[in-house]
């Protein structure tokens, strides 16, 4: 029984930040790619960042780059978005995703993840 749960989510003024965790339970963590995603109101899931097995490599949506930085812990089955400088425009729920093992698909494609959190809503203010 494979479950990823978010949380730190919650309301703040522009210009803050926020801590998300994903805390993920029932596969191997640390032979997964892992990812957050974002799906605002009448809006597409959009791809947010994403994290290597290791944690070595990152990649980022260029509208949260230089803002958000994403991590892992395979220790504790846990994957992390900071996010710095908030802007009313980042407002959406976020979500925490698994990579598939196979195939091997693109790591900023939603369709490539088959496991997902249930989501957790972040929310700026101006």
């Known amino acids: 029984q494979v479950q990823l749960v978010e949380s730190g989510g919650g309301l703040v003024q522009a210009g803050g930040s926020l801590r998300l965790s994903c805390a993920a339970s029932g596969l191997t963590f640390s032979s997964r790619v892992m990812g957050w995603f974002r799906q605002a109101p009448g809006k597409e899931r959009e791809f947010v960042a994403v994290?290597?097995?290791?944690?070595?490599?990152?990649d980022y949506a260029p509208s949260v780059k230089g803002r958000f930085t994403i991590s892992r812990d395979n220790a504790k089955n846990a994957v992390y978005l900071q996010m710095n400088s908030l802007k009313p425009e980042d407002t959406a729920v976020y979500y925490c995703?698994?990579?598939?093992?196979?195939?091997?698909?693109?790591?900023?494609?939603?369709?490539?993840?088959?496991?997902w959190g249930q989501g957790t809503q972040v929310t700026v203010s101006s």
């Open positions: 994290i290597s097995w290791s944690g070595g490599t990152t």
């Open positions: 995703g698994a990579k598939k093992t196979l195939p091997l698909g693109l790591r900023g494609a939603k369709d490539a993840y088959d496991y």
